[in-house]
C-alpha cells in the first residue's frame, strides 16, 4: 500500500450530522472514504473546466 498523510477537519456536530447522512445515502460506511471521495471528485471537475478553459483561450 502506499503511504498516506492524516488530514485533520475541525466540524461542527452540525456538520457531521450532514456529512454522515450524505455518506450513508451515497453508500460509503466510513467518513473518511466518503470525504475523500467527494474531494477528489471535485478536483477532477475543476481540472475538466481548467482544461476547457485553456482551449477557449487558445482559439481566441
Known sequence: MSKTKV????I??????II???MRSSGFSKKSDYVRSILFRNLSVEDKINKIYDKVLENE
Open 20 to 22: 454522515e447522512a450524505k
Open 7 to 10: 488530514l485533520i477537519v475541525r
Open 12 to 17: 461542527t456536530l452540525e456538520q457531521e450530522r
